[in-house]
């Protein structure tokens, strides 16, 4: 018989072509009938062709390159002629594994808020203010330094400086004429130098007497529109016994006067600052609503300019001579004192305007009490004590109440403030009182004859024009006759009472000069319209904005699958053109599943690699790829499902296409959970008040989130980690801080850690977290966005299960009482739909994120029942949760900060509500100070309800959350709690320490106080000092000026600002730091007063 033996391997069935086993050598033996027969399969069939062999058993060899050797007993028969073996390859092996693997699905979510507030405008002052020109014409110095100052608390914008180019031989130079931007609390050293000009030669000192030159200080702000200030900066030479007039920059604040001008002989102090601490300077001044307009409204610039020269000669000449050529000389240096002169003194009342200053100055003097009521009704409105902000109105305006006095005193009727007599005394009443005219002085009979031939003044008659004639004259006689008080019902004018009314005007005038304004006038009016009701109920000052955003991240676990392939090629040849598909099918009923699965990208490892067309291996060498396959939540909605993971692979060796299918693995695919994330950002920020002398404790405010699984898998070790706020916008540069301070979990304050665990979170169940932030301002935060992204390991957006992110408008956390979702745990009152009174709408459950409409009642009465209890009656329309707010007009709630008992009255039941769903804030309404009582209940009726208050009327301070420290918190302090430096070493150096090095550069602000030194000796603060990451010190230098002045010692106090707490630091001991600046100038001091630190100082010099 003929047997045809076919040799077949895997090629056979898994490469293209299917090609045969060639060159195999097949052997037959039969060891009974010595038969050996060897043949070779040929090359392109590969099959052997054994002819005319007997029907028997053989045994059966085979070998071929590549293959393990094949050895098998066969028996022929003529009923089967061919035979097909099968060789395997020992060239490439490979296994095939699924198993289920966990990753960490990461979600960043970025949410954001408008924080809103008003800020006093930036005011920007320099010092000094005057420069003394004579010392720069001589040549003493070269270069002056001015130290500008943004004192507010937004952004100055634009600053710039223009020099004064008209000096016969100076020329004046900076380094830089534009500034740009000058921060909040932040200071520049500006070094002008002064030069002479090509071939220009020296005036007469004598010529310049008296001449100025003015350098301005521009900037700029937004505040509505763009408002634009100019800082004035004198270069004069000093004139004894000549009243400086000085032009003050507009809207500089009482809190922070100029300083009087420098003398050469002894330099005098700044007055203290006895009215305002802080600046308070607006936009727009309107009064509308106070029954007394306490302005002098009508002046204009130039002429209140004008006036404030008539008060000045007022001041520098009553009651001394007029002096022929030379105008008039201060008190005391002059001889008589004629009535001329009493008359040329007062005749400031008929400056400009008479009219308006007289009716402006009668009206604040009979409505003085009717000004004190309304200023103490708008102070009761402010956070500031009541006598301190009426007393900055009444120091202001008494001077001018004293001015009233003195007129009234020489006139002696007091209707004569009212009269319209300005041309009738220019024109009528002065010449007569000329010295050349007919009684000189006097006014005669004739005289008075003529002036009464005239018809008197509107306003008043033609005897009160003949009494304060005969008024006049007599104390014209008397006090040039040295008859200085009336006797016997004389109609004259008292001089001593006159003497000490101007005596008192004098100095508070002095007072006002001294703190940087033209005259009393000046300062009464600018005291006055910064206090106006407008100011006050609209919160003077800038609205500034700025951008918070904080990000954080969402952590949770889940499950995926690896599937690993792995090959060792043993061949002779590489490996080329490696590929797999990946086939999912249902488990149940093979249907093509792969779709409902993400399968990542491929990751080779080992010898194998990546080339063109697919991987490569080389030849005797092994290798693996391996993907990631994460089911989409449509792979298993509800319950856990099988699906066979398995797949084809492909690749090419000896230039043959191989393709070889994988058995399918078998897998469980569980269900996914669904988040819902809902955030809570508290709207109302209670901080400090930047109208307020006070630092006003900073209260901590929540972001809140619940987070819940509506899906059917649990979520795995969830977790969210929080950063800082940040500030990403700030268009006027607001120096503002906020941070986290700790953070809650349910009702548990958890470690100082920005991140919050929650664990494990089964189907259908939520959880609750705040973070507790603190604002270095008050405001109201608005304008609330919340985005995520979705970071899993293979980058694709629709493997997210994070199904739902709101953010909402917290105006409180209340307590769902009395039901199912009461879990004890604070829920959220929002306002979901926004309106301008910011009423809540929506009640949102802490324990399942379900929502209950919150409908607005009525507050039919309000009255208190004894000290401490309140009974309100109220009704509503809805039955449910019902929301209750009423202002507090009758003021019985200014001094409670808390209710603490709140009772409900329904018919004869009565029930205990939460502490937390009755509260008292100030925060209704910007535009108002007033308190208002919130209540919110689940009501059952809609008949009347009553609710029983009891309030905490003393030591109200609500209880404060504890959050623990961070061990790691660094404390700053100064290293001395003194420094010394000699007035010629033009700076002092000064050390801040850390207690340990931190891992981040950290900012600390600095302010300074005046002691002995003022703002003309030093460089004053505030400072922002940054001490670099892993640093434990930083030196910092304070410029000292050096003048030519012989003084005593001077020091000034550097402090450590409480805000550097928000930079992560804790502020330690000491943390103020005395600065002793130590003279070096010779001559002799001797102390003016008692309050004075030295009584007796004194050098010696030698070498004039």
């Not at 030379?326 to 008929?350: E, F, M, N």
């Not at 009541?386 to 005193?409: C, G, K, Q, T």
């Not at 937390?916 to 919130?934: A, Q, V």
């Not at 009891?950 to 700053?972: G, W």
Request: charged share 20%; net charge negative; with cysteine.
């Amino acid at each position: 018989m003929n047997l045809t033996v076919i040799v077949e391997d895997e090629y056979t069935y898994f490469a293209s072509g299917q090609p045969l086993v060639n060159n195999a050598a097949i052997t037959l033996v039969n060891y009974q009938r010595n038969i050996r027969i060897t043949l070779t399969t040929e090359r392109d069939n590969g099959t052997a062709k054994f002819v005319s062999i007997p029907e028997d058993r053989y045994q059966l060899f085979i070998e071929a390159a590549g293959h393990l050797s094949l050895n098998q007993i066969i028996v022929t028969s003529l009923n089967n002629p061919k035979l097909t073996v099968f060789m395997q390859r020992q060239t490439v092996t490979y296994t095939w594994s699924v198993t289920p693997v966990t990753f960490q699905d990461n979600y960043v979510l970025t949410i954001e808020a408008d924080f809103a507030t008003n800020v006093p405008v930036p005011v920007v002052t320099v010092t000094p203010t005057e420069i003394d020109l004579e010392e720069l014409e001589l040549g003493f110095v070269t270069s002056v330094q001015l130290n500008i100052t943004n004192h507010g608390l937004i952004r100055a914008n634009g600053t710039t400086i223009e020099l004064p180019d008209n000096h016969p031989f100076l020329e004046f130079s900076v380094s830089t004429k534009e500034l740009g931007y000058l921060d909040p609390l932040s200071s520049v050293i500006l070094t002008i130098h002064s030069s002479h000009k090509d071939n220009s030669k020296r005036a007469l000192p004598a010529v310049l007497i008296g001449s100025a030159y003015v350098a301005n200080i521009a900037y700029s702000y937004i505040c509505g529109d763009l408002q634009l200030r100019k800082l004035p900066v004198l270069f004069k030479k000093q004139i004894f016994f000549q009243p400086t007039l000085i032009s003050g920059p507009s809207l500089i604040p009482i809190s922070r006067p100029r300083p009087a001008p420098a003398s050469r002989i002894s330099r005098p102090r700044p007055a203290p600052a006895s009215l305002i601490s802080r600046p308070r300077p607006v936009c727009s001044f309107t009064d509308s609503s106070c029954t007394t307009d306490f302005k002098f409204s009508g002046y204009s610039s130039s002429t209140l300019s004008f006036c404030n020269k008539c008060i000045q000669a007022f001041f520098t000449c009553f009651p001394g001579p007029t002096l022929p050529g030379s105008g008039c000389v201060p008190l005391g240096l002059g001889g008589s004192t004629p009535l001329k002169s009493t008359i040329d003194s007062i005749r400031w009342l008929q400056c400009t305007e008479p009219n308006k200053v007289k009716s402006a100055m009668l009206q604040a003097f009979l409505c003085g009490h009717d000004i004190g009521e309304c200023i103490l009704e708008l102070a009761g409105k402010k956070k500031r004590d009541a006598n301190e902000f009426v007393h900055d109105v009444y120091r202001s305006m008494h001077p001018i109440i004293l001015s009233i006095n003195a007129a009234i005193e020489v006139l002696g009727d007091i209707n004569w403030l009212s009269v319209d007599g300005e041309s009738w005394v220019s024109n009528v009443v002065q010449p007569v009182f000329d010295d050349n005219s007919e009684a000189g002085i006097l006014i005669s009979t004739t005289e008075l004859s003529t002036i009464l031939a005239t018809a008197p003044p509107n306003g008043s008659t033609s005897e009160m024009v003949r009494t304060l004639i005969e008024r006049l004259n007599n104390t014209l006689h008397g006090w040039s006759s040295g008859q200085l008080e009336p006797s016997n019902n004389i109609n004259m004018a008292s001089f001593s009472k006159f003497e000490k009314l101007a005596e008192e005007i004098n100095s508070y005038n002095d007072e006002a000069v001294s703190n940087g304004y033209l005259s009393y006038l000046d300062l009464y009016n600018f005291v006055s319209a910064h206090y106006s009701k407008s100011n006050l109920e609209d919160e003077a000052g800038v609205c500034a904005v700025v951008k918070i955003r904080i990000e954080q991240e969402l952590a949770v676990t889940r499950v995926a699958f690896s599937a690993k392939l792995e090959i060792e090629n043993m061949e002779s040849s590489p490996l080329v053109q490696g590929s797999l598909e990946i086939l999912i099918v249902d488990g149940n009923t093979g249907i093509r599943a792969t779709h409902l699965f993400a399968i990542g990208d491929e990751k080779l490892s080992g010898s194998l690699t990546a080339s063109e067309g697919g991987w490569s291996l080389p030849s005797k060498a092994s290798g693996s790829v391996e993907w990631l396959i994460v089911p989409y939540s449509e792979a298993a909605p509800q319950s856990d499902r099988s699906y066979d993971i398995g797949g084809t692979v492909m690749y090419s060796l000896n230039g043959v296409n191989v393709t070889i299918p994988l058995l399918p693995t078998p897998v469980t695919v569980t269900p996914d959970p669904s988040l819902l994330v809902h955030y809570f950002w508290e709207k109302y920020v209670i901080g400090d008040d930047p109208f307020t002398d006070k630092i006003e404790v900073s209260v901590p405010f929540t972001l809140g989130v619940a987070v819940k699984n509506g899906g059917y898998g649990t979520a795995s070790h969830l977790q969210i980690t929080s950063g800082q706020p940040e500030i990403v916008e700030n268009e006027k540069g607001l120096l503002v801080n906020f941070k986290i301070i700790g953070a809650s979990l349910g009702n548990e304050i958890i470690s100082p850690s920005l991140t919050v665990v929650f664990g494990d979170l089964a189907p259908s169940s939520s959880v609750v977290a705040r973070w507790h932030l603190i604002s270095s301002l008050q405001g109201e935060f608005k304008n609330y966005s919340a985005t995520f992204e979705n970071i899993n390991p293979l980058g694709d957006p629709n493997l997210s299960i994070l199904d739902e992110l709101e953010i909402h408008e917290l105006i409180r956390n209340v307590k769902i009482y009395d039901s199912s979702e009461d879990d004890g745990i604070q829920d959220f009152l929002v306002n979901e739909h926004s309106d301008i009174l910011s009423y809540p709408d929506t009640l949102y459950s802490s324990k399942s994120l379900e929502h209950y409409s919150v409908s607005i009642g009525a507050v039919l009465s309000i009255h208190s029942t004894s000290l401490n209890t309140l009974e309100v009656r109220t009704i509503s329309n809805n039955t449910g949760w019902v929301y209750y707010r009423i202002e507090d007009a009758r003021g019985m709630l200014h001094n409670t900060a808390l209710a603490i008992n709140s009772t409900r009255q329904e018919g004869n039941k009565s029930f205990i509500i939460p502490p937390e769903n009755s509260w008292i804030t100030r925060h209704s309404n910007r535009n108002n100070d007033n308190f208002y009582l919130h209540i919110v209940d689940n009501v059952s009726t809609t008949d009347e309800v009553m609710y029983y208050l009891d309030l905490c009327i003393t030591d109200c301070r609500v209880a404060e959350m504890s959050y623990p420290q961070s061990p790691t918190a660094p404390t700053v302090n100064f290293s001395h709690t003194a420094y010394n430096v000699d007035e010629d070493k033009g700076s002092v150096k000064v050390v801040l320490a850390l207690s340990e090095p931190s891992n981040a550069n950290i900012t600390i602000m600095l302010t300074t106080n005046d002691g002995f030194a003022t703002g003309v000796d030093y460089a004053s603060g505030p400072y922002n000092i940054t001490i670099p990451a892993g640093q434990t010190r930083v030196i910092f230098n304070i410029s000292i000026t050096d003048d030519r002045e012989f003084e005593q010692n001077e020091d000034f106090h550097v402090n450590i600002d409480q805000s550097s707490s928000l930079s992560g630091v804790i502020v330690g001991t000491p943390n103020t730091a005395i600065v002793n600046i130590l003279d070096n100038d010779d001559g002799v001091w001797i102390a003016k007063d008692a309050t004075d630190r030295w009584t007796e100082f004194a050098s010696t010099t030698v070498g004039f």
